[in-house]
């Protein structure tokens, strides 16, 4: 894919500024400033929306690489996903809204308290201040503008950095489940595949976005921490709770579902221009089947809040099952086909998920 870089690189360490600071750092400087010695955040790749198929670069010809082109082999014609993606319509996307599950029990109210403290973490990270902005803009919008508007640039290393987390708690969860049901000599009753396919469909929002954005070595760094960090703590959290486990990954996935409507509000609110002429990259139109027309950056964001839509259905409905006997919802059938069950679909979406007396 070629590529035109409209953004680079940071001159300082985290430490020594704050988050905004450093993103302020980063935006207007021209791709060619010191790059060997500026560790960049992220390089923002920009596909051009005039044609689809053979996109327009500036960028040098020797220079131009795909950040992670597939592999040339001489008898592999093409390596499909493993999961296939089921079809979303654009009626059920755009039916997607925010929503909370209020917490009722102190599992529940864990999960939420862990929920906000990583969510402050991440708008620290990512210079991402909504509250601050509404807050401001009611008295003084052009100041809010200022001061806490979200560029493409913002919005893109927020994206990256909780992509490459989202994909492990579905990862871990599987794997607990997988060795539980080998070392107990049990059965598992259907939840592993769709908690791997969680973590799958999370890294191909992340392979998505890594289309779009070459993450620097300081974001790199960033996510090895958070990865280390973050999988054994879920590690340790699934073998003494799981139900709070999936409450936890329901309440992320609310807040999800939450910054993507922001991105798409802002997109269609024309605040954000060079994603205006985005087209989404050839992995997600294969991946999501995203049909001719409807491929643009707008439409990909939709896709992916529609994902992590169903994570939150998905997780909540879990955690409201018993953790060692209840058969997965999302892979079982059932008797009485006239009312709706849970599918992998989201023509049925539950935003605070299924209560267990509704599906077993
Ligand atoms: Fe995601
Ligand atoms: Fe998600």
Redesign the pocket.
């Known amino acids: 894919m070629l590529s035109t870089r409209t953004a680079t690189s940071c001159g300082v360490l985290a430490s020594q500024r704050t988050s905004a600071q450093i993103l302020k750092a980063f935006s207007g400087l021209p791709s060619s400033t010191n790059f060997s010695t500026r560790p960049a955040y992220i390089v923002v790749h920009k596909l051009q929306l005039s044609n689809p198929h053979r996109n327009f670069s500036t960028t040098p010809a020797p220079r131009i690489k795909e950040f992670f082109p597939p592999p040339e082999t001489d008898n592999v014609r093409e390596t499909p996903p493993a999961w296939p993606h089921p079809i979303y319509t654009e009626e059920q996307m755009n039916a997607v809204t925010i929503a909370h599950r209020e917490a009722k029990n102190w599992s529940d109210w864990v999960a939420l308290a862990a929920v906000r403290v990583l969510r402050t973490g991440l708008d620290f990270a990512s210079g991402y201040k909504h509250d601050k902005a509404v807050a401001l803009s009611k008295t003084d919008p052009a100041a809010a503008n200022r001061k806490y508007a979200m560029t493409e640039r913002k919005y893109m290393i927020r994206n990256i950095f909780l992509e490459s987390v ?1 994909g492990v708690p579905g990862m871990v969860a599987g794997m607990l489940r997988h060795l539980h049901s080998m070392r107990r000599m049990r059965r598992d009753n259907g939840w592993i595949e769709t908690l791997l396919e969680e973590s799958f469909n ?1 890294r191909m929002h992340l392979l998505t976005f890594l289309k779009m954005a070459e993450p620097g070595w300081f974001m790199r760094l960033m996510v090895l921490g958070a990865q280390g960090v973050f999988f054994n703590a879920m590690f340790v959290a699934y073998l003494i709770s799981p139900r709070t486990c999936h409450r936890f990954v329901g309440y ?2 609310e807040e ?1 579902v939450m910054t993507y409507t922001r991105e798409i509000k802002d997109l269609e609110a024309g605040k954000l221009p060079l994603w205006e002429k985005t087209m989404a990259p050839e992995i997600a139109v294969k991946y999501w089947n995203m049909p001719e027309g409807k491929r643009t950056m707008r439409d990909l964001l939709l896709y992916i809040r529609a ?2 839509a169903k ?1 939150r259905e998905v997780n909540h409905t879990l955690g409201n099952l018993d953790q060692r006997n209840d058969p997965n919802p999302y892979v079982s059938t059932y008797k009485d086909l006239s009312k709706p069950h849970p599918t992998k679909g989201i023509e049925h979406l539950k935003p605070i998920g299924w209560e267990r007396e509704d599906v077993l």
Request: hydrophobic letters at 40%.
């Open positions: 989202a999370e992320l996935e999800a994902d992590e994570h």
